[in-house]
T-cell receptor, first 115, second 110 residues
Framework: GAVVSQHPSRVICKSGTSVKIECRSL??????MFWYRQFPKKSLMLMAT?????????EQGVEKDKFLINHASLTLSTLTVTSAHPEDSSFYIC???????????FGSGTRLTVV | GENVEQHPSTLSVQEGDSAVIKCTYS??????FPWYKQELGKRPQLIID?????GEKKDQRIAVTLNKTAKHFSLHITETQPEDSAVYFC?????????FGAGTRLTVKP
């Protein structure tokens, strides 16, 4: 149980275009989802906390207009990287908090390459 | 906010030996401490966790200890195997706010 599906797993896009990443909780409802960014050989950096039905809470230094987060339902959160640039290339991972416990489950991650 | 420090950054052990990874946290209100294992290019997987009302927890070859007074917690892996090679992250959380350590790259040599 507690599976989080993340798509796409890999995406290559051109500079200036936008990319949407989806994170779905398949067998539980997630009122809260989290988006992380991970650089090679580095730890997970929290970008924002996504709350169902309300605006996301962004960490300091994360541009909310560049990284658009939408959490429209209890099972789906999306991260849109707008006007992507090569420096946005990274591994993006979502996680969802199971409402009935403290447990966090991670998505499989999305490797974004901006060329 | 919470600050989590993790040591060492790299650890190499011989198969069969034990491995210990240590983390410290800054916010005494943190009440949940999970450990994740991440293989190259894959998602972090929860391997063990401990809550602030418990001092020690064990699951087969893996154990975690928590010292609330000193604000540090440790992961212990006994009888290491090559498949234990991965990056391990500790984390500390208060409610929804989870912060990760920088990670430890564990290499188990056959």
């Amino acid at each position: 149980g507690a599976v989080v599906s993340q798509h796409p797993s890999r995406v290559i896009c051109k500079s200036g275009t936008s990319v949407k990443i989806e994170c779905r909780s398949l067998d539980f409802q997630a009122t809260t989802m989290f988006w992380y960014r991970q650089f090679p050989k580095k730890s997970l950096m929290l970008m924002a906390t996504s709350n169902e039905g309300s605006k996301a809470t962004y960490e300091q230094g994360v541009e909310k207009d560049k990284f658009l987060i939408n959490h429209a339902s209890l099972t789906l959160s999306t991260l849109t990287v707008t006007s992507a640039h090569p420096e946005d290339s990274s591994f993006y991972i979502c996680s969802a908090e199971r409402t009935e416990s403290y447990g966090y489950t991670f998505g499989s991650g999305t490797r974004l390459t901006v060329v | 906010g919470e600050n989590v420090e993790q040591h060492p950054s790299t650890l190499s052990v011989q198969e069969g030996d034990s491995a210990v990874i240590k983390c410290t946290y800054s916010d005494s209100a943190s009440n949940y401490f999970p450990w994740y294992k991440q293989e190259l290019g894959k998602r972090p997987q929860l391997i063990i966790d401990i809550r602030s009302n418990v001092g020690e927890k064990k699951d087969q070859r893996i154990a975690v200890t928590l010292n609330k007074t000193a604000k540090h917690f440790s992961l212990h892996i006994t009888e290491t195997q090559p498949e234990d090679s991965a990056v391990y992250f500790c984390a500390a959380s208060i409610g929804n706010d989870m912060r990760f350590g920088a990670g430890t790259r564990l290499t188990v040599k056959p």
